[in-house]
Every structure is written in structure tokens, then in C-alpha cells.
Nanobody, 124 residues
Framework: QVQLVESGGGLVQAGGSLRLSCAAS????????MGWFRQAPGKEREFVAA???????YYLDSVKGRFTISRDNAKNTVYLQMNSLKPEDTAVYYC??????????????????WGQGTQVTVSS
């Protein structure tokens, strides 16, 4: 049974930080693209960040310089460090995994596995 389990969400004031974790089990994801997505109330889910092939990363423009995605393959875990949080970052955050395909950007990858989501709320 493949599972992705997020943790680390919560309530934080604007300007604060949170670190989300996504623990994977059931298979090894070292060769997968690991991504973070978010969905705010009344909005569509949007891509936030992804990491693959070692150090390759890609970020949503609005989080560049504030968010950092990292992974620990030994622990089969991916992280999203979120700094300088803004109220507009409020959303449910999901991690997801997609098989790596050359020339396919992470925003268009086929994410087969999803976590249940963790709520992030940023107060002004």
C-alpha cells in the first residue's frame, strides 16, 4: 500500500515559518518527481514546488525565495520549508509523486500518488 502522509501544517502569523513534511511508504520514491501543491478555498489546486534528479527544483513564481523543497531519500521524505509566509499562502497543502520523465516539466508530470493534505493558515 503506497502512502504519502503530510504533517507540519498549522496556524502562523504573517512573516512566520512552517516546515511541512511528507513521509512516503510502500515504495521508494528516489527516482520520482516529488511535488507540493496547494488549494485555497474556492480556488483550483495549484502547483507550488517540485524536486527531482538530485538537486533539480522548480517553484511557483510567488513562492520563489521564500519556499524551499528538499528531500531525504534515506528517509523517503520530502520537505517544504516555508518562510516569510503571507495570508495568501493559506491553503491545504498536498504532496504528490510522479514518475520522472525526461523533457516533461514538473508542472505537467503525471502525479500518481497524493497525500491527504495538511492545512496551513497564515493570519494577518
Amino acid at each position: 500500500q503506497v502512502q504519502l502522509v503530510e504533517s507540519g501544517g498549522g496556524l502562523v502569523q504573517a512573516g512566520g515559518s512552517l516546515r511541512l513534511s511528507c513521509a512516503a511508504s510502500g515504495r521508494t520514491f528516489s527516482s520520482y518527481v516529488m511535488g507540493w501543491f496547494r488549494q485555497a478555498p474556492g480556488k483550483e489546486r495549484e502547483f507550488v514546488a517540485a524536486r527531482w534528479s538530485g538537486d533539480s527544483t522548480y517553484y511557483l513564481d510567488s513562492v520563489k525565495g521564500r519556499f524551499t523543497i528538499s528531500r531525504d531519500n534515506a528517509k523517503n521524505t520530502v520537505y517544504l520549508q516555508m518562510n516569510s509566509l503571507k495570508p495568501e499562502d493559506t491553503a491545504v497543502y498536498y504532496c504528490a509523486a510522479a514518475p520522472f520523465r525526461p523533457l516533461v516539466p514538473p508542472t505537467r508530470a503525471k502525479y500518481d500518488y497524493w497525500g491527504q493534505g495538511t492545512q496551513v493558515t497564515v493570519s494577518s
